[in-house]
């Protein structure tokens, strides 16, 4: 009889709450991918709004909606795990009446939470920075890889990522926006001529704008600043050029070979750190 009796009990039980239980994880789960096919739809369509592949306006959109997706996921599996709870006739309301969300916001562990999540509403608001973009945050230099209201992760140019709550992020180096510039310095020898060196460095921007593929990068005509500095053992000029967001890099590298080459071309030399020594003889050998 017992065993019958827990039988009946159970099956009770299943059909009044089982079946309301797995309703509920039917539809949170209809949710979850509802929501992705929302977003992706919609993202999509907005990055169709221009031509440009990897636009700023893609880059954005991306970075908005998934943090939408991300946030609207932590909410249905939320939701759902406290409806499941109060199906299973745990007492859920008196809890969260007696602690209470203001309660909750003071809490210590709340308070860092509700600090990051506002954090990182004001990035997206004011696009400080989006995922793909290179930028330093918390000291850090690296590519946005991930993001969150709550964190961001940066990836490193050792493949390393860091997350860094968006509440601790003070100051945002932000390298990819808009446009960068690519910077070079040459130490010459003093021995060498200015005028020559400053012409050398000409050509080499020269070279710059007719290459096929690095000319894409550039967006004006490589300048030589002239000497920028003297230093104790040579004399500093500068070439540089504004280019595309990211570009800064490929053309400092092109710009820094084809200086070694034209420079050994002209039969310029380039400086390198050196001591002069004086060997002065005794003065009895002096006499």
Excluded: C
């Excluded at 907005?46 to 031509?51: K, T």
């Excluded at 306006?57 to 997706?69: G, N, Q, Y």
């Excluded at 800064?248 to 001591?275: D, N, S, T």
Aim: hydrophobic share 45%; charged share 20%.
């Amino acid at each position: 009889m017992g065993m019958e009796n827990f039988n009946e009990q159970a099956g009770i039980w299943l059909r009044s709450h089982g079946a309301t239980i797995l309703i509920i994880i039917l539809v949170a789960v209809a949710a979850y991918y509802l929501l992705g096919i929302t977003t992706k739809t919609l993202s999509r369509r907005i990055q169709a709004l221009d031509d440009v592949e990897d636009s700023e306006l893609d880059r954005r959109t991306k970075t908005i909606f998934r943090v939408v997706r991300s946030t609207g996921a932590v909410i249905i599996v939320g939701t759902a795990i406290m409806m499941i709870l109060t199906e299973l006739g745990v007492a859920i309301t008196p809890v969260l009446a007696s602690v209470g969300f203001v309660g909750l916001a003071f809490g210590l562990g709340a308070q860092t939470l509700v600090k990051d999540m506002i954090a990182g509403l004001f990035i997206l608001i004011e696009d400080q920075y989006t995922v793909g973009d290179v930028a330093e945050i918390g000291g850090i230099t690296g590519t946005v890889e991930h993001m969150t209201l709550r964190a961001t992760e940066i990836r490193d140019l050792y493949g390393t990522v860091h997350i860094i709550p968006n509440g601790e992020i003070r100051i945002v180096a932000n390298k990819s926006r808009d446009w960068s510039r690519a910077i070079v310095d040459v130490n010459v020898a003093y021995e060498e001529d200015v005028d020559t060196a400053v012409q050398a460095l000409q050509e080499v921007g020269q070279l710059a704008e007719t290459d096929e593929m690095i000319g894409l990068l550039l967006q004006e005509t490589p300048v030589v600043t002239g000497v920028e500095g003297l230093e104790e053992w040579a004399m500093r000029l500068r070439l540089m050029v504004k280019t595309l967001p990211n570009g800064q890099w490929e053309v400092q590298r092109y710009l820094r070979r084809q200086i070694r080459l034209v420079f050994a071309q002209k039969g310029i030399e380039l400086a390198f750190p050196r001591q002069e020594l004086m060997i002065v003889p005794p003065k009895s050998q002096q006499n």
